[in-house]
């Protein structure tokens, strides 16, 4: 979770599916909702003396040609209108944040996948961060295999490849030649996305 809190809803279980943009968990809004709406009002609050002091101003400035006011007067008006709209941008800015961080609260799938863990439970508190659940992503997998150099003079990109897991045997394609050795096998990588 990106932000910390209490779990209010753990909405998965080990072995389920879930698709891109599913609910998966999420954290207790409930302090979140209160600031929002103090925001909205406080929001509400910043228009309506913006609009005020707009209008003030055009009404000062139009004085202002006849010499119905003074220069000062003009000054004031307009020191007050910027004052105010930006303490309405400032207030606007305040209800975004708050606004991103309700967002925060719910985890959502990133991709369709499949759960292999659940790391807790409603009522948790669980720090930013800290894992929640254990996903994996239901694309093709990919096989990453150390290969020495010998046996990658035979092997290139596109090539289909047979490969033994296990008591199976099943069919890949080489999509990459990592060309960094390791360090410990001194053997390179071979990658396959199409197994």
Known sequence: VELGGELSEVAVDDGALVRA???LARLDAARLRAARDAAEAAMQQAEAQATLSA???ERVAEARTFDGVSQQELDE????KRRTEAARLSAQAQLDRILVDLRKTELRAPYDALVVSRMA???QV???GQAVLGIQELAALEVRLAVT???LERIAIDDEVQLEIGSET???RVTAVVPRRDARTRARDARNCDS
Request: net charge negative.
């Open 126 to 128: 669980r720090g930013a």
């Open 121 to 123: 439970d409603e009522g």
């Open 149 to 151: 150099t010998e046996a």
């Open 170 to 172: 099943t069919g890949a």
């Open 21 to 23: 943009g599913d609910v």
């Open 77 to 80: 008006a307009l020191e007050l």
């Open 55 to 57: 209008s003030t101003y």
